[in-house]
Each structure stands twice: as C-alpha cells, then as structure tokens.
C-alpha cells in the first residue's frame, strides 16, 4: 500500500488476504479522497457495501473500456458512478414509510443528483457539474420525490441514505 493518500485507488473486492469492502472503510480512513471499485460480481450486497464503505464508484470488470473510463473520470471529477448495469440495484429494495411500501427504483443519474444533494449543492451547483441545466436537476428531482414519496430535499437524502443508496 502506497506510504500517504494519493488521487485515486482502484481496487477489486475479492483480495487473496482480506475484504475489499474492509478496504475501501481503511483507505477512506486514511484519506484516501477517490476509490473506484473494479469488481466481477454484480451482488446487491456487494454494490451497496462499497458505496456505504466510501467508493465513489462501482464497476464491473465486463464493462467495455468507454464505461470504465467514464467512471473513473466521473470520480476524478468529484462525482459518484454506478456501473450501468448495477445502478437499478442501489435502490431496489429502498422502502418508503407512508407509501405502499413498492421497492423503487432509482436511474443511476438520479442516484448521482441525490448524492450532490447530500454533498449540500444546489440545482445550479449540480447542473453546472453534470452539465445539466438547473431545470433538468429540478425534472430530476422531481421524479426522485415521487419514486420515494416525498418533495423535501432532506427527507429524499435521509431516506436514500437509510437504504444504502447514497453515503
């Protein structure tokens, strides 16, 4: 392991010698400000694991080349990403009081919104990042208080963040 923090760690969860997730919370610990997960299995629990441990990112070794390269970029410029075929898989499952209690799904861009949300952002912060305009975040938005049953900004990030959606 590198001696201090570096940009960015990319690192596979199945390690010979110990847990990836255990990982991922020890190099967070020692400030490490970017983890990108690289790994072969599409688990749900293995997916909400290394977001709630502190990656930024979760890809799967089968991704083609542009997906991977997406996703790293997206982190080295401070955002989250899901590969795309597990970002239905962060939300699944999240349960919503007052409601009928229907799992949800979550697209993994509003996965991402919801997560500058919980960073403190505003819409025009968040559309000047994802380079959206601040009525698309708001579209977004809107349609993330509609699958979790509510239009407060605070309770969408409590609620995801109870179900392991976002950190």
Known sequence: MAT??????ILDLGLPDGSGIELVTELRGHGW??????????DPY?????????????????ASPVVVTDGVRRV????VYADPSVAPILATGTR??????????????????????ADGQSNKEIGEGLNLSALTV??????????????????????AMRAGVIR
């Open 33 to 42: 400000p970017r983890i990108v997960v690289l790994a072969s299995s599409d």
């Open 138 to 159: 708001k579209s977004h938005l809107s349609r993330i208080g509609r699958k979790l049953g509510t239009g407060d900004r605070a309770q969408m990030v409590a609620l």
């Open 4 to 9: 201090g923090p570096c940009d960015l760690a």
């Open 96 to 117: 919503v009081p007052g409601t009928d209690n229907t799992p949800r799904e979550l697209s993994a861009r509003e996965v991402e919104v919801l997560q500058l949300v």
């Open 46 to 62: 293995a997916v909400r694991s290394a977001f709630q441990a502190g990656a930024q990112a979760y890809l799967l070794k089968s």
């Open 76 to 79: 080295l410029e401070g955002g």
